[in-house]
T-cell receptor, first 111, second 113 residues
Framework: GENVEQHPSTLSVQEGDSAVIKCTYS??????FPWYKQELGKRPQLIID?????GEKKDQRIAVTLNKTAKHFSLHITETQPEDSAVYFC??????????FGQGTTLQVKP | ETGVTQSPTHLIKTRGQQVTLRCSSQ?????VSWYQQALGQGPQFIFQ???????GRGNFPPRFSGLQFPNYSSELNVNALELDDSALYLC????????????FGPGTRLTVT
């Protein structure tokens, strides 16, 4: 069935370092891959997304890359700041709009 | 913050009872998706409503049902509550006609005792 695997489950970095979170998906029909940031007790917030016709997308300090052949995509955060600390979820969907989420990565940025 | 709202914020119910959760979509959006998020897990897709019709369903039993109204707001109903239904219920608003982005509401925390 449809599945999205996310790694690592926890990630601790020093402020200013880069953080990378990786996801793999199983459904070849998936063509949309958003990333959400969820702070404790708050709603998931869409931070960046990528469609299958694009290999890379960047928005200031965050970027996402997609390898359709290998069925994996990654989130890159550069120059991390303490306010980047949160749980990050990757997700995939096809044309149905049904989002399949990964298990989440808890990112801790140490000042 | 998104324009998506949910009510109530918190709810405590007893096993076997029924519950109705509500979601108001963002202006200009015609699609509402519902997700269940257990503690420490990613959201799991329950179902989606597009222009008042169910448009896809996840692996949830029939006691989970929904509605979408002409103004595109939506309800999630759960009958015969079980302890495992305790979770954060999130709705996400989108416009299937124009883009894939889904924007989440703040969620309803349901506790079943």
């Amino acid at each position: 069935g449809e599945n999205v695997e996310q790694h690592p489950s926890t990630l601790s970095v020093q402020e200013g370092d880069s953080a990378v979170i990786k996801c793999t998906y199983s459904d070849s029909a998936s063509n949309y891959f958003p990333w959400y940031k969820q702070e404790l007790g708050k709603r998931p917030q869409l931070i960046i997304d990528i469609r299958s016709n694009v290999g890379e997308k960047k928005d200031q300090r965050i970027a996402v890359t997609l390898n359709k052949t290998a069925k994996h995509f990654s989130l890159h955060i550069t120059e991390t700041q303490p306010e980047d600390s949160a749980v990050y979820f990757c997700a995939g969907s096809g044309n149905t709009g049904k989002l399949i989420f990964g298990q989440g990565t808890t990112l801790q940025v140490k000042p | 913050e998104t324009g998506v709202t949910q009510s109530p914020t918190h709810l405590i119910k007893t096993r076997g009872q029924q519950v109705t959760l509500r979601c108001s979509s963002q202006s200009g959006h015609n699609t509402v998706s519902w997700y269940q998020q257990a503690l420490g897990q990613g959201p799991q897709f329950i179902f989606q409503y597009y222009r008042e019709e169910e448009n896809g369903r996840g692996n949830f039993p029939p006691r989970f049902s929904g509605l979408q109204f002409p103004n595109y707001s939506s309800e999630l109903n759960v009958n015969a509550l079980e302890l495992d239904d305790s979770a954060l219920y999130l709705c996400a608003s989108s416009s299937m006609d124009s883009s894939y982005e889904q924007y989440f509401g703040p969620g309803t925390r349901l506790t079943v005792t």
